[in-house]
T-cell receptor, first 114, second 111 residues
Framework: ETGVTQTPRHLVMGMTNKKSLKCEQH?????MYWYKQSAKKPLELMFV???????ENNSVPSRFSPECPNSSHLFLHLHTLQPEDSALYLC?????????????FGPGTRLTVL | TQLLEQSPQFLSIQEGENLTVYCNSS?????LQWYRQEPGEGPVLLVT?????EVKKLKRLTFQFGDARKDSSLHITAAQPGDTGLYLC???????????FGTGTRLKVLA
């Protein structure tokens, strides 16, 4: 596997379910990100983990809970979601010491909340 | 809230035509990136520009960073159906490694 991988690619869940999204990066980077992409809205940064420590949380609802056990893996735990949470969830990684901090994205998980 | 406005929002053109997409902000960025995203996939990085006035070329794509580092443009020459996709710009302000994404331009090139 190369680059950034995400599983599952598609997920349908009810509002009372609990599920987790997984992201893995094979680039040796030290920062990982979760983004939400909804129709007609810019990409929204949800969480950043740098050197396995969460450094930013843009007021995301507590029904989204990130976990970063090491620099290669990132999870997004979901519980009691709302239909408006349906979106494409993208994971990205980067090497923050590099001057450009170029981010590399995974293919995303298409989430539908019924 | 920092905003990166892209124009046009939608563009449908015939194969072989030229086009320009714009990315504008009132903020100064230390670097700016352009991505292309195809349906069902994540954004793929095309280029990063860092110097005011910088021009970078990637085959038929020409990227320019504004002199004041507040805006950027992407010009495609002789567009092909394979250029179809969502084009996103993303700017990073000095002192942070976080990128702010633009509103996107959805391009469709018809054969």
């Amino acid at each position: 596997e190369t680059g950034v991988t995400q599983t599952p690619r598609h997920l349908v869940m009810g509002m009372t379910n609990k599920k987790s999204l997984k992201c893995e990066q094979h680039l040796g980077h030290n920062a990982m990100y979760w983004y939400k992409q909804s129709a007609k809205k810019p990409l929204e940064l949800m969480f950043v983990y740098s050197l396995e420590e969460r450094v930013e949380n843009n007021s995301v609802p507590s029904r989204f809970s990130p976990e970063c056990p090491n620099s290669s893996h990132l999870f997004l735990h979901l519980h009691t979601l709302q239909p408006e949470d349906s979106a494409l969830y993208l994971c990205a990684s980067s090497q923050v010491e590099k001057s450009y901090n170029e981010q590399f994205f995974g293919p995303g998980t298409r989430l539908t909340v019924l | 809230t920092q905003l990166l406005e892209q124009s046009p929002q939608f563009l449908s053109i015939q194969e072989g035509e030229n086009l320009t997409v714009y990315c504008n902000s009132s903020s100064v960025f230390s670097s700016l990136q352009w991505y292309r995203q195809e349906p069902g996939e994540g954004p793929v990085l095309l280029v990063t520009v860092v110097t005011g006035g910088e021009v970078k070329k990637l085959k038929r794509l020409t990227f320019q960073f504004g002199d004041a580092r507040k805006d950027s443009s992407l010009h495609i020459t002789a567009a092909q159906p394979g250029d179809t996709g969502l084009y996103l710009c993303a700017g990073r302000r000095s002192g942070t490694y976080k990128y702010i994404f633009g509103t996107g331009t959805r391009l469709k090139v018809l054969a």
